[in-house]
């Protein structure tokens, strides 16, 4: 098993069991206990859970999603595909507001090189854009979160309200057509509420297994959004359902 699945699989058997002894830990994962405890260490050092001896309890409450550190390494293949063919949609010489996560920072990357001006809504993707040399680069105001470095309250929604963006590339944590665009975060759902009222046309980036999810915060309905690009595992009932509501949906 890769180190990364097997932190996503203790993770969640950590949430779920609130806390788990190291051997239970490595009989699940077919790791050795000494790699399960060092497995321990990186997730406590992340915020995750509360090393005790023997074991580990969950910091992480329903609802809450793995560290940024950890998300940035999963499915990063997967991630990349989507980037490339969001950078594909957005045309040299277009204003672009980008939405925070680790599929947004991936589309930061894929546009490093092109004649834009983007506005990133994360410390992390404002760091990938800073050295290229066409590209016009907006920074907002905001507070920055730790970990995830997103930027929310009223500096950046003030931000966003004072500029009108050709396309908004904007991430999230669920989407289907029942429920819409949703997030973990009241204050991540406000800015990307903001980014949405700020722009022409809107793109959200998800992951196959985001379109199975519904998250605490509202952020919009899927009506809002013009194109969706997911990957080949989205299920097909809720790609079906997002086209219905008319909305373009491309898996790569």
């Keep these: 098993m890769a180190s990364t699945d097997r932190l996503r699989q203790i993770i969640d058997a950590v949430r779920e069991a609130g806390r788990i002894g190291v051997a239970e830990l ?3 994962t077919g790791a050795s206990e000494m790699t399960i405890r060092r497995d321990l260490e990186i997730l406590a050092d992340q915020g995750v859970l509360e090393r005790y001896r023997g074991g580990a ?5 329903r609802g809450e999603g793995p560290p940024f ?5 999963e499915g990063l293949e997967v991630k990349r595909r989507i980037a490339a063919e969001v950078a594909g949609l957005i045309a040299d ?4 507001v980008l939405d925070s996560g680790t599929t947004c920072l991936e589309v930061a990357h894929a546009l490093e090189h092109r004649r834009l001006t983007v506005m990133p809504l994360s410390l992390h993707a404002a760091n990938a854009l ?11 105001g905001g507070q920055a979160r730790p970990g995830e470095l997103t930027l929310t309250g009223p500096l950046a929604q003030a931000s966003l309200a004072a500029l009108r963006f050709d396309t908004a590339v904007i991430g ?8 819409g665009l949703t997030a973990y975060d009241l204050d991540d759902a406000a800015v990307k509420r903001a980014a949405i009222a700020s722009a022409r046309r809107v793109i959200a980036v ?6 199975s999810r519904t998250a605490l915060a509202f952020v919009a309905p899927a009506s809002a959004l013009h194109a969706v690009v997911t990957d080949r595992a989205a299920p097909h009932d ?6 219905t509501a008319g909305v373009t949906v491309r898996k790569v």
């Design 172 to 179: 999230c944590c669920g989407l289907n057509a029942t429920n």
């Design 93 to 96: 010489g277009e204003s672009v």
């Design 130 to 140: 800073s050295r290229a040399s066409q590209l016009t680069l907006l920074v907002p």
């Design 69 to 73: 550190a950890m998300r940035a390494q």
């Design 57 to 61: 309890r969950s910091l992480l409450l």
């Design 238 to 243: 809720e790609t079906d359902a997002l086209a």
């Design 26 to 28: 490595a009989a699940l």
């Design 206 to 211: 998800a992951e196959a297994d985001k379109l």
